[in-house]
Nanobody, 114 residues
Framework: VQLVESGGGLVQPGGSLRLSCAVS????????MKWYRQGLGKEREWVAR????????DYADSVKGRFTISRDNSKNTVYLQMNSLKPEDTGAYYC????????WGQGTQVTVSS
């Protein structure tokens, strides 16, 4: 069972990144998926959620209108498109499978800086 994030990096304020989380080892389409993030010295916070078939999405107020979560069940992958990035978006981004037991990826670092 594995969740592997990718797509992080260094980007200037106002820029964009697309994170991916590839899932293996369980029935991906059977579970909602979420993205969390954790800044240095901060608690991990929820960012976005998507239902099993992508019909419903929810976002933290801090990213609403700038981030878009999506999924491709044929590829067992969930995405986070991040636009208009701000320095406060800097942190490690984790995907999370909302199942029992829950599963976390190892994280991918996003740094927004000029």
């Amino acid at each position: 069972v594995q969740l592997v994030e990718s797509g992080g990096g260094l980007v200037q304020p106002g820029g964009s990144l697309r994170l991916s989380c590839a899932v293996s080892g369980f029935t991906f389409s059977g579970y909602p998926m979420k993205w969390y993030r954790q800044g240095l010295g901060k608690e991990r916070e929820w960012v976005a959620r998507i239902s099993r078939f992508g019909v419903t999405t929810d976002y933290a107020d801090s990213v609403k209108g700038r981030f878009t979560i999506s999924r491709d069940n044929s590829k067992n992958t969930v995405y986070l498109q991040m636009n208009s990035l701000k320095p406060e978006d800097t942190g490690a981004y984790y995907c999370y499978a909302d199942r029992i037991p829950p599963l976390w990826g190892q994280g991918t670092q996003v740094t927004v800086s000029s």
